[in-house]
């Protein structure tokens, strides 16, 4: 570490004012400020500064994705083994499904870095770690056979037009991963929907065994074979066909007590999603005009992305609500939504993302009705304090 | 008539007229009418330029129209006025179109029949044909007409090239062999909302251009 450290000090002057590379500034910046703690202090006015910066919070991000995203290694080669009938060992399995989500990864931070780091130069910004939980986010809700060049294409529209529109990192409407998702979605269905892209080599045709059929426990509910489905336990363990990380509850469960702990992602948004969830699936039950409805509400909580968007996805703090009132409110609508579109939308056998994307639209709007009626009832207050003190 | 006024025919003013609604003063991106009918019928090149051109002839003819009787009109009744005008010369375009090109003409459906409500027309009418002569406001229709054309002739483009692989029906991307090599067309162009976003980018292009755009602060 103290020889990177002489190195970098040895660069510095080059890519300071004045000198050779002047402009690749914020490039250098943004590398000593991810290996280094940032040596810059403030010179007036508040001289507190907290700690828990943008580079510490991802970290902490990252770190509550790392059980998903072993887990889903491991899936995706247990999955393929499955399809072809061969037992696989464990590490067998997990090699595999990590050698095929690696070029995913890769792909999505080497585009989405990319394009990051041109537009911190166009614009004159340093360069920050916004981008680093989406790049590892986007491959894991991605269905593993998609082809390279259409998740780069995702990562460059949700990158450009979900992002550096509205000024970069901190200014994004919606959540980057999930418009990547919804770009994939409604440009190339045919890779986003039906039984065959969930498993490695599923779409291509390889050998596959009799009596593998590939679906999602989504897709047999929305084709109305609910008899069909795997236990629960199965589903909340997360051996089942799905995206690459929201397959496991349990992994993404472990994800949501990291992020709870740290204070990174706010508890009342996860349990709003949850509450809301459980509310809607309540009602389906108490309707129940078909098996889909009569479904009870918990299965919802470990098919699909429903866990995952609702740990990863929903508590994003920058398209998400701020006020506390207003997390609970986002929350809920947020699982709400899903349950609703899942159940009795055919068109969508997933609602989860197109209902945190919709909740990212009115979250402002949430935050400015909290704030109002706060400012009202505190004014009430002050209004009555006035009148009594007067008397 | 034009050798009696005492301007000549394509003096500077008008030359100005015919166009300032490709850049600075355009009527899509700029002062972002039209917008509907930008996004309803930009899925192939063809019907865009077909209604391209159906919207620039009912914008010139009825300036010219309402300009030479703009003395005449009274005040309190010239919108009704000029919609009847605007009527009179879509359903002559449109039974012009039913005739000659119908196959089109069932693509664009209603969207030529909406021609009437299209702000961009009751936008010039008012603002520009009710206090000008009538050579003039011609011009200012085909320039404004022309503008709108140039943004759905450039959306119609891109959406038709990425969303169906086709440049005026012609195949491009099959004969390139693009699709052997794994390519796919993308089906979010097809959908109005990427119109609508690719209207945007030519905004956000126009002005990083023209900083005399940008609103000031």
New interface residues.
Partial sequence: MNSLRKKLDKLKPHFSKGGRFEKLQSVFDGFEAFMFVSDKVTFKGSHIRDPLDLKRTMTVVIIALLPALLFGSYNTGLQHFRSVGIDPSLFQAFWFGFLRILPLIIVSYVVGLGIEFIAAQIRGHEINEGYLVTGLLIPLIMPIDI?L??LALAVAFSVI?GKE?FGGTGMNIFNPALLARA?VF?????WMTGDNVWTEGLTAGKNIVDGFSGATPLSLCAAGEITKLPSFMQMFLGFIPGSVGETSTVAILIGAVILIITGVGSWKIIAGVFAGGMGMGLLLNAVSLNAYMELPFYYHFVMGGFAFGAVFMATDPVSGSQTEKGKWIYGILIGVLSILIRVLNPAYPEGVMLAILLMNLFAPLIDYFVVQSNIKKRLKRAKVALKTSVK | MDKKEKEPVFSAKNLKLLTEPFGKNNPITVQVLGICSALAVTVKLKPAIVMALSVTIVTAVSNLVIAAMRKFIPDRIRIIVQLVVIATMVILVDQFLKAYVFDVSKQLSVFVGLIITNCILMGRLEAFAMANKPWPSFIDGIGNGAGYGLILVVVSFIRELFGSGTIYGYPVLEKLGLYKTGYENNGMVILPPMALILVGLIIWFQRSRDKSLVEKQ
């Fill in positions: 082809p060049w259409m037009l529109v770009f409604f440009s190339y269905p045919a």
